[in-house]
């Protein structure tokens, strides 16, 4: 329980906490920024979309008026014909947050009378990380975990265990650390 002991925990938090926060954080967009979801402000949301990057992990929020707007997730085809007879997802309280669990389009219409065909559509594209299967993902904890094994002799595991011994240790530090007080 010395001075080094200690540093490799406070290390290890620190990294831990970075890793956790880089992955569990996301950019939060709004819809029509200022405007809102709306379709009397001919807000144009084709353009406010591909003016954004949105990744897996965001959240897009759509704030309106509820008594005038909803917001009806749907297919491809019933987002060109403005139908919203079979829903993947309704939200109707006015201030919707969704937050993108995984890539791809997400197509997002106003059911009210002639919302959508005025404009009040949005396509939120999400694409696949650039390359995942051929280009390493600098911000997954393996590639940066492994240097700091607090536990002598579990260096040489794969990065799987290696990255959940680094847990446990440092779970179990900071356990051990508060009982030694
Ligand atoms: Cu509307």
């Given at each position: 329980?010395?001075?080094g002991f200690d540093m490799r925990l406070i290390v290890g938090?620190?990294?831990?906490?970075?890793?956790?926060?880089?992955?569990i954080n996301g950019e939060?967009?709004?819809?029509?920024?200022?405007?809102?979801?709306?379709?009397v402000s001919n807000v144009d949301y084709k353009h406010w979309a591909d003016?954004?990057?949105?990744?897996?992990?965001?959240t897009i929020i759509f704030r309106y008026n509820k008594e005038f707007h909803?917001?009806?997730?749907?297919?491809?085809?019933?987002?060109?014909?403005c139908n919203a007879?079979?829903?993947y997802?309704?939200?109707?309280?006015?201030?919707?947050?969704?937050?993108i669990k995984y890539p791809g389009h997400f197509f997002y219409i106003c059911s009210f009378p002639q919302h959508c065909q005025s404009g009040q559509t949005v396509?939120?594209?999400?694409?696949h990380s650039l390359a995942p299967e051929s280009a390493p993902q600098p911000t997954l904890p393996p590639t940066s975990a492994p240097p700091i094994p607090p536990v002598p002799g579990n260096g040489t595991g794969s990065s799987t265990l290696t990255t959940n011994c680094c847990f446990y240790a440092v779970v179990l530090a900071f356990l051990a650390s508060i009982l030694a007080y």
């Open positions: 329980m010395g001075f938090l620190v990294v831990f906490s970075a890793l956790t926060s880089s992955l939060v967009y709004n819809v029509g920024d200022s405007d809102g979801w709306t379709s003016t954004k990057e949105f990744h897996v992990g965001d909803n917001v009806i997730q749907v297919s491809y085809e019933n987002y060109k014909t007879t079979n829903p997802a309704t939200y109707a309280t006015g201030n919707d947050s969704i937050t396509d939120i594209r999400v694409p």
